[in-house]
C-alpha cells in the first residue's frame, strides 16, 4: 500500500470515529430529551391526580374545617409539604383564626390574632388580596414571618413558603399556606396547581 492510500485510509477512519462521536452525542441529546420529556408528563398526571382527588373529595356547602381536612388529605404527601394550614378571615371581629394547622406530622392549636396588627405573612395574604411566594427562610424573615411554638422549640423551619388567598374582592375569606423545607420548593406550574386548589375550596365555602 502506498504512503498516499494509506493516508487517505487514515482519514476516512478518522472522519468515521468523528462521525461516531457525532452520532452519540445526538443520541445523548435525544435521550435526555426524552427522559425530560417523561417527567413532564410524570409531573402533570401528578397534577391532574392532585386536581381530581381535590373535586371528589371537597363538597360545596361543607364546613370550612372539613374542606381544610379533605385538601390535606388530597396534597400533603403529593406536594412534599412540611406544613399546611387553613385560617378563616372574620374582619367585622378582627380575626384571623386558624381552623386547620398541621405541622410536625399533626394537626397542632394555633391561636388566633387580630388581623389589623398585621403581623405576619398571612395579613400579607389578606390585605394585599393576592398570593404570596416566600423561596427562603431569610425571605420569610425579612417579609415578617412569625414562627411557631413547634418551629422556635425544633428549629425546624420550612424555607418556601406559598400562601393563596380564599375567596375575592376585597375582604378574602381566608387562606391556604402550603410549605416545604426545601428551598424554592414550588414552582412556576405547581404553583398554579395550589391556585387551583384554593380556587376550588374558596367555591365549595361559597366564597
Known amino acids: 500500500m502506498s504512503l498516499f492510500g494509506g493516508r487517505k485510509l487514515d482519514e476516512a477512519l478518522a472522519e468515521r470515529d468523528e462521525r461516531l462521536r457525532e452520532l452519540e452525542a445526538q443520541g445523548r441529546a435525544v435521550q435526555s430529551r426524552l427522559e425530560d420529556t417523561q417527567e413532564l408528563v410524570r409531573h402533570l398526571d401528578e397534577d391532574r391526580?392532585?386536581?381530581l382527588g381535590a373535586l371528589e373529595r371537597m363538597r360545596p356547602g361543607e364546613e370550612t374545617q372539613a374542606l381544610a381536612h379533605a385538601l390535606l388529605d388530597v396534597c400533603f404527601k403529593p406536594?412534599?409539604?412540611?406544613?399546611?394550614y387553613v385560617a378563616v378571615a372574620d374582619w367585622d371581629h378582627d380575626q384571623l383564626r386558624f381552623v386547620l394547622y398541621h405541622e410536625g406530622g399533626r394537626a397542632r392549636n394555633h391561636p388566633s390574632r387580630r388581623l389589623s396588627d398585621r403581623a405576619g405573612l398571612?395579613?400579607?395574604v389578606l390585605s394585599g388580596?393576592?398570593?404570596v411566594y416566600i423561596r427562603t427562610m431569610e425571605e420569610g424573615h425579612a417579609?415578617?414571618?412569625l414562627l411557631t411554638a413547634a418551629e422556635q422549640a425544633t428549629g425546624l423551619i420550612p424555607n418556601s413558603w406559598y400562601g393563596v388567598p380564599l375567596?375575592?374582592?376585597s375582604r378574602p375569606s381566608g387562606l391556604v399556606s402550603f410549605q416545604s423545607f426545601q428551598t424554592d420548593a414550588?414552582?412556576?406550574s405547581r404553583r398554579r396547581v395550589m391556585d387551583a386548589l384554593a380556587a376550588l375550596m374558596s367555591t365549595c365555602?361559597?366564597?
Open 129 to 131: 388580596r393576592r398570593s
Open 122 to 124: 398571612s395579613e400579607r
Open 143 to 145: 417579609a415578617g414571618s
Open 186 to 188: 414550588f414552582s412556576e
Open 205 to 207: 365555602m361559597g366564597g
Open 49 to 51: 391526580d392532585l386536581l
Open 79 to 84: 406536594l412534599g409539604l412540611a406544613c399546611f
Open 167 to 169: 375567596g375575592w374582592g
